[in-house]
């Protein structure tokens, strides 16, 4: 009787986790991440992002770093629990907020660990699906083998009881994109506007107020892209098939969703079908979930500061969808400068920028703020 609902029983068990050290298995990850080669090119090449520090291994090791080195957005995947698998069987989750921190490069060969918690549990009535919804947030503690502190990673979701989605009426009027051939021809054309500073040094002495960074172009979306993304870590945590489902389904019984035809799966395999999505949640169309575009809003930000600058935090917030075929441009403009009290990756003068995503309709789909490190003319570092 509880599936699917928000109730005060389910609260309490949640509650009973909060500030409670989870390492189990969650929908990412059964253990530490081996940070290899052949992930790094998977995870990279998968979200679009040819940086050869990230894919070639002589570029890599020429530069500061000595060795390829991972996207950071890859911290989002170390995250042991949250609100997407945890408390509350049978209800939809619906990302509000993600912030990373992190404290230096991850370079290939590293394993990395991660602990995560439960912070907040917050009960609220739902304005997207009507009943009840709750807030729940997650701190992940990330380290090295040696026990040395990698970075930090916080997020915020909502969820929302999965009988009221369909009353999500102010989205069903976003109708699903279709393109003519000649905007096929323009997005196209900006892809061939990316510019990556690579291995010339920027400076923050060289940074202005209200600098703009070159955007970067993703998209259209399909499900072959999403595929290439999704699919980097191969078979685990929900993305397995056969007697693993099922095994995975009799330990998480309200995990599931029934298909069209009778068959469970996970829910993750709403955001890849548009008439699920439509017949589930009342949304228009299958959407992206947010891994994918810290990945793109990262590809941006390394592009504009270059292999001797060090991303330090982002903050991600995502005030609408991304749907399966949506085209997305991710912007930055810099905004602050200043120099850290402690030093950062060897660094101690600082940028803090808003970013943003804006689609072809014109929607701003992610809202943030980065801070990145810089090398200073001044003193070498």
Not at 153 to 158: G, L, P, R, V
Not at 168 to 186: C, F, G, H, N
Not at 338 to 361: S, Y
């Amino acid at each position: 009787m509880s599936f699917g609902k928000i109730t005060d029983e389910g609260v309490e068990k949640l509650r009973a986790r909060l500030g409670v050290e989870r390492k189990g298995s969650t929908m990412h990850r059964r253990g530490p991440l081996r940070v290899s080669g052949e992930t790094i090119n998977r995870f990279a090449l998968g979200s679009g992002d040819d940086n050869p520090l990230y894919v070639d291994s002589e570029y890599a090791e020429a530069s500061r770093h000595g060795a390829l080195i991972a996207p950071p957005s890859i911290t989002g995947y170390l995250e042991r629990s949250n609100g997407a698998s945890d408390g509350f069987p049978g209800c939809h989750t619906i990302w509000r907020e993600a912030k990373y921190e992190w404290a230096r490069a991850m370079r290939a060969g590293e394993v990395l660990d991660s602990s995560s918690y439960l912070r907040r549990v917050e009960i609220k009535p739902s304005k997207f699906g009507g009943g009840r919804a709750a807030i729940q947030d997650y701190e992940t503690d990330i380290v090295d083998a040696d026990g040395n502190k990698i970075g930090r990673y916080d997020t915020s979701w909502h969820r929302f009881e999965r009988s009221g989605a369909k009353k999500a009426e102010k989205l069903k009027q976003r109708e699903l994109p279709m393109y003519t051939p000649d905007d096929i021809e323009r997005i196209k054309a900006d892809y061939r506007k990316e510019r990556r500073r690579g291995a010339e040094t920027l400076y923050w002495e060289e940074v202005e107020l209200e600098q703009e960074m070159p955007f970067v172009v993703k998209g259209p979306t399909t499900q072959i892209s999403k595929f290439a993304f999704e699919s980097w870590q191969g078979a685990s945590g929900w993305f397995v098939g056969h007697k693993f489902a099922f095994d995975m389904f009799d330990k998480h019984p309200g995990l599931p969703f029934i298909n069209e035809q009778g068959i469970p799966e996970a829910p993750v395999a709403i955001h890849w079908s548009n008439e699920r999505s439509q017949k589930i949640l009342g949304l228009p169309g299958a959407y992206e979930a947010g891994y994918e575009r810290t990945s793109w809003i990262v590809h941006m930000l390394m592009n504009w500061m270059g292999d001797d600058g060090h991303l330090h935090q982002l903050t991600q917030r995502y005030p609408t969808f991304n749907l399966l075929g949506d085209t997305t441009w991710c912007h930055g403009t810099v905004k602050e400068k200043f120099v850290a009290d402690e030093p950062v990756d060897g660094k101690r003068h600082a940028v803090r920028c808003d970013i943003w995503t804006i689609n072809q309709r014109g929607d701003i789909t992610t809202t943030g703020q980065a801070v990145i490190f810089l090398p200073s003319a001044e003193d070498g570092n």
